[in-house]
């Protein structure tokens, strides 16, 4: 998994003293708000690749940052879609 790859390389890179504070580590969330106006734009659906899909119910995000301390950092992206404001 990438959050393995990841692990190992901090771990790699601490190891010998490439680094010595904690990187800002973080997922990308992707709370799926839907294609809205725009689909060819849209990042928010079930399908897309961009980010951590909150709503897939087979990983709990909370979960994965107590399970892997290293993780320091969130962002959330709603999307390009074209959502409206209110």
């Known amino acids: ?3 393995r790859k990841t692990r190992e390389a901090l771990e790699s890179l601490r190891n010998e003293n490439i680094i010595k504070s904690q990187p800002r580590i973080g997922l990308r969330i ?7 106006t725009i689909a060819a734009t849209s990042t928010a659906t079930k399908t897309s690749k961009f980010g951590f899909a909150t709503r897939e119910g087979d990983v709990d995000p ?9 993780l320091n950092a969130i962002h959330v992206h ?9």
């Not at 992707?30 to 809205?36: H, K, L, R, V």
């Not at 909370?62 to 290293?70: G, H, S, T």
């Not at 709603?78 to 209110?86: D, M």
Request: aromatic share 8%.
């Open 30 to 36: 992707n709370p799926q708000m839907g294609p809205g």
């Open 1 to 3: 998994s990438e959050l």
């Open 78 to 86: 709603t999307g390009s879609q074209g959502c409206p404001l209110e």
């Open 62 to 70: 909370i979960e994965l940052y107590l399970q892997n301390r290293w």
